[in-house]
């Protein structure tokens, strides 16, 4: 196990096995944690053995996946319960709101409990995003267009997210919905006064501040409060998330492979000098996803530049950023998944969720 003072790096792993490059890769002393992708999941036992090994190799590592429901969720067989997207619970909330709080608890815990199960520490759930009906990329992941509804429903699900013994991470700060364009594959830029998006659209970071363990900021410019995509911008992170709204929590830079994830002042930066930038912002740590497949070239990049920066002094080690950091891994134990099955509250939430 390493002692590194900070270990802010997420990388993935390239299928259902570790290789000896993954082994070499999660070793890194910089590396703090793994994003599971469909690709990674062939069943439970599988997943379970895997997941065991990355352990052996780094105990203290968060092993993560993009798991909300609907249409991004990882594992979907041998077993798993197919989740209702959000925009479900948002619509249930327009007829039955007190049910619609309770679907949202009930799949929290079914979706957490069932990851714990298989040794995922962590998801990056839930969404926060406003539905404006514009943006492609959000769509059915957001809850609703009312930011009330949306805390409302979100804090229902991290409530179900604790009860098995998982944090939540909220996205993407401070609101990804406005956009039409998917930061996937280009730069979105929403030209609204901060003002108009504290009122809107951050609304849910704001009065979730003190619920969520962990916020991830979107590859968006917004250029009346800061050139920089949000996720870089020291304003928006430092002054407005942590300042005036008050986030204690851990921040997570969103995938730097994404199109806009490296843009910044004009520029395309490289890998290392993308995630230092993220860093350098006031994330806690900076996710580089899907590069593995292949020759992991750019995992490699990012690895090496990172040793290099922390001799020359590019970069510093944070111990505060590695506290919020060991604060997402889970507390307790995970039931086994037979022991899961047998429990009264999973069996109430799943007969909840099929009643949708």
């Avoid at 590396?31 to 990355?54: L, P, Y």
């Amino acid at each position: 196990m390493t002692n590194s003072l900070h270990a802010p790096l997420i990388v993935d792993v390239a299928g259902t096995a570790l290789t000896a490059a993954d082994r070499r890769r999660l070793a890194h002393p910089q590396v703090g944690g793994v994003i599971h992708f469909a690709r990674n999941w062939q069943d439970r036992a599988q997943m379970c053995a895997m997941n065991a090994e990355i352990k052996a190799i780094r105990p203290d590592i968060l092993i993560s996946v993009d798991h909300e429901g609907g249409r991004v969720q990882r594992f979907r067989t041998d077993g798993f319960t197919r989740l209702p997207s959000m925009r479900q619970l948002g619509t249930l909330w327009m007829h039955d709101p007190m049910r619609a709080v309770a679907a949202a608890t009930a799949a929290g815990h079914v979706l957490a409990s069932e990851l714990r199960a298989c040794g995922v520490d962590f998801t990056f759930a839930p969404v926060l995003d406003l539905d404006y009906g514009e943006s492609s990329v959000i769509g059915d992941r957001s809850f609703h267009r009312d930011p009330r509804v949306v805390a409302m429903l979100a804090q229902a699900l991290v409530h179900g997210l604790l009860q098995a013994g998982m944090a939540s991470c909220g996205k993407h700060f401070p609101g990804h919905g406005f956009v039409k364009v998917d930061s996937h594959v280009a730069i979105p830029i929403d030209r609204r006064s901060l003002k108009a998006i504290l009122v809107e659209d951050a609304r849910p970071f704001e009065w979730l501040a003190g619920t969520l363990a962990a916020v991830m900021p979107a590859h968006v410019i917004y250029p009346k409060v800061d050139a920089r995509p949000a996720g870089f911008s020291r304003k928006w992170l430092n002054e407005i998330l942590r300042g005036k709204l008050g986030f204690d929590g851990a921040i997570f830079s969103d995938d730097l492979s994404m199109e806009a994830g490296r843009y910044i002042d004009g520029q395309l930066l490289s890998y290392t000098d993308a995630a230092l930038a993220a860093l350098d912002a006031g994330c806690d740590m900076a996710l580089l996803c899907n590069q593995s497949v292949g020759d992991g070239a750019p995992l490699d990049e990012l690895l090496g530049g990172f040793s290099v920066a922390a001799q020359n002094g590019r970069w510093t080690p944070d111990a505060s950023s590695e506290v919020r950091r060991r604060s997402l891994l889970p507390a307790t134990s995970a039931l086994p998944w037979d022991a899961l099955l047998a429990t009264p509250r999973y069996q109430r939430a799943v007969a909840a969720l099929s009643r949708l």
